[in-house]
């Protein structure tokens, strides 16, 4: 039972555009949807989070937009760099379940220089 | 320097061992984790402890084993009764209450 569905699988964009990964959950009861970054042989480090009582949050490049009704959740890379070249993770959690992270399938992002 | 330190880097194992991975953070996290990483997948947790003495099975528990002996560690045994073990591993930690996660850098496991 996958929890939290991650589309695309991979994604290529060329330097200065726009990285777009969606999420879908299921679970209701979850409370904090965060995005981890994942470089190659390294482990995943936190990028971005959101909680459900707020529909937007940007950090720098990063954009997390949230729709609850819909249960969907996306993370948006502005100006996209070279650097940006990484795997990322949605997740959710939820702190009654004493936070565990659910996390989707991931997605391979290629900028192009 | 503070962090969570997963030794070794590397392991290869013959079919049919046992196998520890070991996990050390200097967090004074009271919650670990651990994740198994497959090509093309998500991260699954295979077990999780919130107090030391304490843990529970995650998502795919079966053929692995655990103890939680010091809030410090968090050992992983891969057994034999694991199928499928090749794999990259990940440890994690949290604070107490809080929702964010820190991973160690990983170990990667062969089976030859």
């Known amino acids: 039972q996958q929890q939290v569905k991650q589309s695309p699988q991979s994604l290529i964009v060329q330097k200065g555009g726009i990285s777009i990964i969606n999420c879908a959950y299921e679970n209701t009861a979850f409370d904090y949807f965060p995005w981890y970054q994942q470089f190659p042989g390294k482990g995943p480090a936190l990028l971005i989070a959101?909680?459900?009582?707020?529909s937007e949050k940007k950090e720098g490049r990063f954009t997390i937009s949230f729709n609850k009704s819909a249960k969907q959740f996306s993370l948006h890379i502005m100006d996209s760099q070279p650097g940006d070249s990484a795997t990322y993770f949605c997740?959710?959690?939820?702190?009654?379940?004493?936070?565990?992270?659910?996390f989707g399938g991931g997605t391979r992002v290629l900028v192009k220089p | 320097d503070g962090g969570i330190t997963q030794s070794p880097k590397y392991l290869f194992r013959k079919e049919g061992q046992n196998v520890t991975l070991s996990c050390e953070q200097n967090l004074n996290h009271d919650a670990m984790y651990w994740y198994r990483q497959d090509p093309g997948q998500g991260l699954r947790l295979i077990y999780y402890s919130q107090i030391v003495n304490d843990f529970q099975k995650g998502d795919i528990a079966e053929g692995y084993s655990v103890s939680r002996e010091k809030k410090e560690s968090f050992p992983l045994t891969v057994t034999s009764a694991q199928k499928n073990p090749t794999a990259f591993y990940l440890c994690?930690?949290?604070?107490?209450?809080?929702?964010?996660?820190?991973f160690g850098q990983g170990t990667r496991l062969t089976v030859v």
């Open positions: 997740a959710a959690s939820n702190k009654a379940a004493g936070n565990k992270l659910t």
């Open positions: 959101i909680r459900p009582d707020v």
């Open positions: 994690a930690s949290s604070g107490r209450g809080s929702t964010e996660a820190f």
